[in-house]
Structure formats: C-alpha cells, structure tokens
C-alpha cells in the first residue's frame, strides 16, 4: 500500500508538472483535474489502509469537487477561442521555466528531509514531494500571463497544501479539506467573476494587458 | 453561556444583514446596513467590555476565542466598519446622484460590505486556528469584489492583483499552520484539537524547528496580506482603486486582522521556537516595509495610493514594535494599530470627499480646498498631520513609545534608524495634502464652493477628535485593554 501511495503521490507531482508545461488553456485545465483526481485516490488508498472513515469522504469530495465540479465550471467559463487557444506566454522563457521548475522540486524535497517529521499514515518523502507541488502550483501563477493559468497554479498549489494536510494528520486533512473546499468554490467564483470581466474589459485572460497601475 | 452568545451574535449579525440586504429593496439598503452595524458595534463593544472584566472568553470547545489581543482589533474593526458604514450612506448618495453608480448596484455593495465585516469580526473571534485561517482568507474573497466595484480597467487589474497574490499568500500561511501543527504531534499526540489555547498550553513543547519554520512561512503567508514589504505591491492598487469607504476599511481594519495572525502564531511559536529568532523575523520584514513606504511616498502623486504607502510604512512599524519585544515598544505597537487604523480611515474618508467633488485622485490638480470645503480641509490637514506622526496626536504617542521601547532596550541604532525613517516619511505624507488645501490657485468654475453633506465630515470628524484624545490621554479601559495584549504577546 504504501507503494501505491508513493507512485499516487508523484503523479501529483507529474500531473503539476504537465500544468507548468501545458501549452494551452485546456491542457492546463485538465492537468488540474488529474492532480485533483489522483489526490483523492490517495487519500481513497489511505482510506483502504487504516479505515479511517473520513479519508474517504475527503478523496470523494476531492474527487468530486475539484476532479470534477470546478474544472468543468472554468472550462465553462472559459469556453471559446481561449480555450482552444495556444497559450505559449510566460513571464520567463519556457526553457527558464521547466529549468526553475525542476530545481523548485528539488528545494521542495530538501526542504522536508530537513525538517523533523513524524510519520504517520504517509512517509516523509510524500511530505517532499508535496511542498514541491506547492512552489511548483506557486511557480505557474507567477510564471504565467494568462488569468486562466495563474487561477490553475493557485488551485494545484492548494491540492499540495492539501497533501501537506494528508502527511501531516488525516484528522486535520479533514479540517483543512473543508476549509480549502470552501475557500476553493469561493475563490473559484470570485476568480471565474474577474476572468469574465477581463474578457469584456480588454477582450482577453492576459494579465499582461493589465499594466495601467504603477508607482 | 451569554458570553457564548454574544460572540456568536457578533459574527451572526453581519452575515444576517448580508442576507437580508440580499433581499432587500434597493431604497432600504442604506438604513438596513446602518442598524444592523450599529448593533453589531454594540455587540462588539459589550464584548470588549467582557473581556477587560474576563481575561478571555473561550467558547464552543474552543472554536471561538477571545482575548485582550483579539479584542484590541476587534475595537478597531468595529469602530472602522459602523462609521465606515454611515459615511458610505452619504458618499454613495452623492454617487448615485452624480450617475456614477446606480440604484440597483447598491445591494452588490451592501451585501459583500456585511460580508466583509462579517469575515473581519470571525478573524477576531477564531479560537481554532483553521477557522482563523478560513476567515482570514474570506477577508479577501468578499473584498476582492469591491475593489472591482466601479467596474473599469484600472480596479479590475487592481482585483485581480489583491486576489492573485494575497491567495499565494495564504496558502503559505496554509502551509506554515500545518507544520504548526505537525510541531505539537510530540507533545500532543497524532491526533489533537488546533486551538489557540490548547497550542499555549503545550507551546514551550513544541518542536523548536518546526515551530519557527511555521513562523516563517506564516510571516510571509499573512504578512502578504498585511502589506508587508517586499509582498506588498498589491495593496497600493487595491487601496486606491476601492470606493474611499472600502479604502478605510481596507487600510484601518482589514490590515490588522493579518496582523493578528501573525501575532497569534508568534505567540504560540516563540516559547518553543525562541521569541528572539522569531523578532528578528520581524525587525526585518518591519524594517524593509518602512524603507520600502518612504522611498514611494517621496515620489507620489495619487493621494489614495500616497495613504496606501502610508499603511506600508505603519504595518512595517507595528511589526518592528513587536519584533522589539520591549514592553514600551509593545504597548506602542498595539497603540499604532488603534491609532494608525483610525487615522487612516479618517484620511480615506477625507480624501474622499475629496474625490467625489473634484473627480480626480492626482494631486497636483487639486487647488484651494480650503475654499471649496473647509470642514474637509480641516480634516485633510489635522489627519494628514496625524498620519504622519506629528503631535499631539495618538499615531505620534504611539511611534513615540516604540522608539523608546528600542531605546529602553538599548538598541540605540535601531532606535535612531526608525526615528530616520519616520522624519523622511513625514514631509511627503503632509506636503502634498498642505499644497491640495492651501495653494490659491482656483479649481475652475465647475467645482461648487460647498462641503458635500454632514454624513460625509461627521464619520471623520469623530475620527480626528478620538486621535486628538488619545494623543493627549488614553482612556482607562483602553489603557487595561492595551496593557493585558502587550501581556498576551509576552506570555
């Protein structure tokens, strides 16, 4: 079992990976629905391991809300020529960033066996990879200049959160599930609401355009 | 049991006001918000009271929690959010009408004001510290909205800014919590309830790595929302693109409930963690902030995004009072964080009279104020020197009392590095309002020679008679309130 978690867990990691390099708005998407997907597989073969009945609960939701619920809401949001759009646009070069992306991984890895941990259900370098997702989820919004990409960094850098959540204590997964549940479909609505209005205010998603405040 | 039920009301009125103004027809909206403020600014009140009688109220197995710490931000809170409120009634009237709003946007606005109270009040009252982060982050999401409330260029990359960046932000803080967490397994066992007090009952237990690296990712996480420099670039945007009534509540409340958080983490960090490692967290994050804020003050021209740069440099003084450690410095921490909130909702509801009669926020194409409206002119120039720290003013005791604190400390470099600061801060911050009230030049024929409507100078004219008071002498509850958070954040 705790292979299974082990590979579930660098999926995620993978699946992140494949959102950082994603070339448009769609592969970007569904990159963010497979990370959210397998997350909830992990916390379902967790489940299976030590029937604690709430990790079913919180993969079913993970599932369900963020597998399914909120990438078929962007996708709805950001149907049309964006979705289909190549989205090659990045604040550093694409090389740059598979580059930073990789050594952002790693500092994620160092960072965990650094810290004193107490495993519990997961072991610790699940802990690694999990911070890596986080910078990596981190990495992309800062990366990238379409709206739509920096809302997928932010919402796969959650799921890492909640990975962190997982290793550190299923009890608190739960806590930290609903908060991050609500603060998603909240975030979510609120993020969706400002996509739409960049569509009207400057007839695209990239932030680039917004430039108009300095000093 | 009645203090359960206070706390719970506290929180239950805005979100109920929320819903109803949801409801509600458009002409009602103003007076709805106004009585279910004003009763939740009493409820406030009594509760503060409560705790200056209690030491803390703990409630709800402790998902609700409230001590003098708390208490000091929920004062600030509810004064800022009730007079926020009246001043809104006369500032949006203006707006409608001069048709740069309509009727029908004045539910959007009523309803995300309440809910942003509401999340303000919840941040106060979190005794669980995933509530304290939920409520934080909701801060944000009913916010970001208003920001955008104009619905233009300028405040949607505003929005956008706020939301992108202050999300990133606490998810750090996110994950700072969980390493909090992880750092009292030891002594508490896999499985335990993440509360402020049960965490301060083991806190010297914790792991010491653990523990100051969750403070870190926590500084950064909530410091991001506090303004802090270099994660600050969002909030000269967001505070000068908002209506002026969501400025102030942006600027005077919002600001420190982040900093709350931050403090409760340090408070639950340092007796494991070491509380020098943690002040020099920060000192640094402090004193970057303040070097940052004066460098942007000299060189700007936009009075709200001036006022934004204001609260840069005063988040960044609040942190190095803490960071000082010294009771002094403390107890004129906290003190700022009364003072600089009051102020600066004072100049955000100045500055916005301002707006609304001369349609521009560039100053130096506004002349002759003190013509055009003297009531606002008095308040432009009283709390502009306020704000910049000049007596007798509550903001001058305040900075005053953390420069001794360093003194007191013997950390006389610091010490005369803050003062430096804060002279090089105060020519740029009274200059530019001086000139816009004084200088004679005439501002066209268009402006009319009068002040808007009493609801728009009463708010802050009682703003800059509190500042006035507390410069000069500090209310006795107010003094006990002060006192017992400098304790809570020395235990």
């Known amino acids: 079992m705790a292979l299974a978690e082990a590979v579930l867990a660098t999926l995620i990691l993978i699946a992140t990976f494949g959102l950082l390099i994603a070339r448009q708005v769609r592969g970007a998407i569904n990159c963010y629905a497979a990370q959210s997907i397998l997350l909830g597989g992990l916390a379902i073969a967790m489940f299976a391991g030590s029937r604690l009945p709430h990790l079913l609960a919180l993969g079913l939701l993970t599932i369900g809300i963020k597998g399914i619920a909120i990438p078929a809401v962007v996708r709805f949001q950001v149907r049309g020529s964006t979705y289909q759009r190549r989205e090659i646009a990045y604040y550093v070069g694409f090389p740059t960033a598979l580059l930073l992306g990789a050594g952002l991984s790693l500092v994620g890895l160092v960072a965990a066996s650094r810290l004193p941990f107490h495993p519990y259900l997961l072991s610790e370098p699940v802990l690694g990879l999990a911070i890596a997702v986080i910078l990596l989820g981190l990495f992309t919004t800062m990366a990238r200049r379409d709206a739509v990409l920096q809302l997928a960094g932010l919402l796969a850098a959650e799921n890492g959160v909640l990975l962190v959540g997982l290793v550190v204590s299923p009890e608190l997964g739960l806590l930290i599930e609903f908060a991050l549940v609500l603060d998603v479909v909240i975030g979510v609505a609120v993020m969706g609401f400002l996509i739409a209005r960049m569509h009207e205010t400057v007839a695209s998603t990239d932030t680039s355009e917004l430039t108009r405040l300095r000093g | ?491």
């Open chain 2, 1 to 491: 049991m009645t203090d359960t039920i206070l706390l719970v009301a506290v929180v239950a009125f805005p979100l109920l006001a929320a819903i109803v103004s949801l409801v509600c027809p458009d002409r009602y909206q103003i007076a709805l918000a106004l009585v279910f403020q004003v009763v939740t600014f009493g409820l406030a009140v009594t509760l503060i009271a409560r705790v200056l009688q209690v030491g803390h109220i703990d409630a709800l197995a402790h998902w609700l929690y409230l001590d003098s710490l708390s208490s000091v931000v929920m004062l600030v809170v509810a004064i800022v959010s009730v007079l926020a409120t009246v001043y809104s009634a006369g500032y949006l009237r203006h707006e409608l009408l001069e048709r740069v709003i309509k009727a029908d946007e004045l539910r959007k606005y009523f309803v995300l004001f309440h809910l942003f109270v509401f999340a303000m009040l919840l941040v106060t009252i979190s005794g669980n510290l995933g509530l304290l982060w939920t409520a934080i982050s909701a801060t944000t999401l009913a916010s970001a909205p208003l920001v955008d409330f104009y619905g233009s260029h300028e405040p949607l990359e505003a929005a956008w800014k706020y939301i992108v960046l202050t999300v990133a932000g606490s998810l750090l803080a996110l994950l700072g919590l969980l390493l909090l967490y992880q750092s009292g397994v030891g002594p508490l066992g896999n499985s335990y309830d993440f509360s402020i007090p049960v965490l301060a009952g083991a806190a010297s237990h914790l792991s010491p790595t653990l523990a100051a690296t969750a403070f870190l990712l926590v500084l950064v996480g909530f410091g991001t929302k506090a303004g802090l420099a270099p994660m600050h670039t969002w909030l000269p945007d967001a505070h000068s693109q908002a209506p002026s009534p969501i400025c102030a509540m942006l600027s005077g409340a919002e600001l420190n409930c982040a900093m709350l958080g931050i403090f409760r983490v340090y408070t639950l960090t340092a007796p494991a963690a070491g509380a020098a490692t943690l002040r020099t967290g920060l000192l640094v994050f402090g004193l970057v902030s303040m070097i940052v804020a004066v460098v942007f003050l000299i060189s700007q021209r936009n009075f709200k995004r001036l006022l934004a740069y204001s609260s840069v440099e005063q988040m960044g003084l609040i942190s190095v009072g803490v960071g000082l450690g010294t009771p002094l410095a403390l107890i004129g921490a906290l003190l700022l964080m009364v003072t600089h909130g009051f102020t600066k909702c004072l100049m955000f509801f100045a500055t916005g009279n301002l707006l609304l009669r001369f349609r521009t926020t560039t100053i130096p194409e506004i002349q002759g104020v003190v013509r055009a409206m003297p009531w606002t002119a008095l308040l432009l120039v009283g709390g502009a020197l306020a704000i910049a720290g000049a007596p007798p003013f509550g903001v001058f005791i305040s900075e005053f009392s953390i420069i001794s604190g360093a003194f007191a400390g013997h950390l006389w470099v610091l010490g005369a590095v803050i003062a430096a600061l804060l002279l090089l801060g105060f020519i740029p911050l009274v200059a530019p309002f001086h000139r816009m009230t004084f200088s004679n030049a005439e501002t066209g024929g268009e402006v009319a020679q009068a002040e808007l409507s009493a609801v728009t100078l009463l708010p802050a004219l009682a703003l800059l008679g509190a500042v006035l008071v507390i410069g000069v002498w500090i209310p006795g509850p107010l003094d006990q309130l002060l006192h017992h958070a400098a304790a809570v954040l020395t235990r």
